[in-house]
């Protein structure tokens, strides 16, 4: 099963809204990232937060880790057209699973114009 | 620097053909990965290089997948006798070192098996 899975599933607001999306995860983690994906393009990171961090910002995004809930969030602030995209979480499970970095199956957000 | 670029853009085969997927990482990343994403799902961990180590190939569908990395930089993926459930996208990351560094993703082959 997944170790990271994002909801909503999907997400659609106003372009100025905010937009919060959520990942849980079941084991242990070093980090937790959050990617962007454009339909049909290559995924692209936004931000990392270390297990020792509870938050984490970068420009008009900001994460929270929760490692006692096994959560991350992810909130777009005044969200844009151009933030329309899938959102993915990414738990890095450091020492002993090298390069297992599991993915979840994503939110997909769409920020109406 | 070029980012991580993989081909072809786009593959289709016939069942039962074999495929090979090239990803050149960035210059200089040590890590190199394999993923597979189905239509509207996530990353499908496939096989991980590190430098010169073993390559972590537990990801691996079956044994008509097997992947090769020459001179620790570029990989080949390869797909032998295709099924048409290896119809996906296939995304190359790279990254400089593994543990707190963040990986660098091609834009994908999309991969048909008719």
């Known amino acids: 099963s997944q170790q990271g899975e994002e909801d909503p599933q999907a997400l659609s607001i106003q372009e100025g809204e905010n937009a919060t999306m959520n990942c849980s995860y079941k084991?242990?983690?070093?980090?937790l990232q959050w990617y962007r994906q454009n339909s049909g393009r290559g995924l692209v990171h936004l931000i990392l937060i270390r297990s020792n961090e509870r938050e984490k910002h970068s420009g008009r995004l900001r994460v929270t880790l929760d490692t006692s809930k096994k959560s991350s969030s992810l909130l777009i602030t005044a969200s844009r057209a151009a933030d329309t995209a899938s959102y993915f979480c990414?738990?890095?499970?450091?020492?002993?699973?090298?390069?297992?970095?599991?993915f979840g199956d994503g939110t997909t957000l769409t920020v109406k114009p | 620097g070029a980012g991580v670029s993989q081909s072809p853009s786009n593959k289709v085969t016939e069942k039962g053909k074999d495929v090979e997927l090239r990803c050149d990482p960035i210059s200089g990343h040590t890590a190199l990965y394999w993923y597979r994403q189905s239509l509207g799902q996530g990353l499908e961990f496939l096989i991980y290089f590190q430098g010169n180590s073993a390559p972590d190939k537990s990801g691996l569908p079956s044994d008509r997948f097997s992947a090769e990395r020459t001179g620790g930089s570029v990989s080949t993926l390869t797909i032998q006798r295709t099924q048409q459930e290896d119809s996906a996208v296939y995304l190359c990351?790279?990254?400089?070192?593994?543990?707190?560094?963040?990986?660098?993703f091609g834009p994908g082959t999309r991969l048909l098996v008719l």
């Open positions: 990351a790279s990254s400089s070192y593994r543990v707190q560094e963040t990986q660098y």
């Open positions: 990414a738990t890095d499970p450091g020492l002993g699973n090298a390069g297992k970095s599991t």
């Open positions: 084991t242990s983690i070093n980090n």
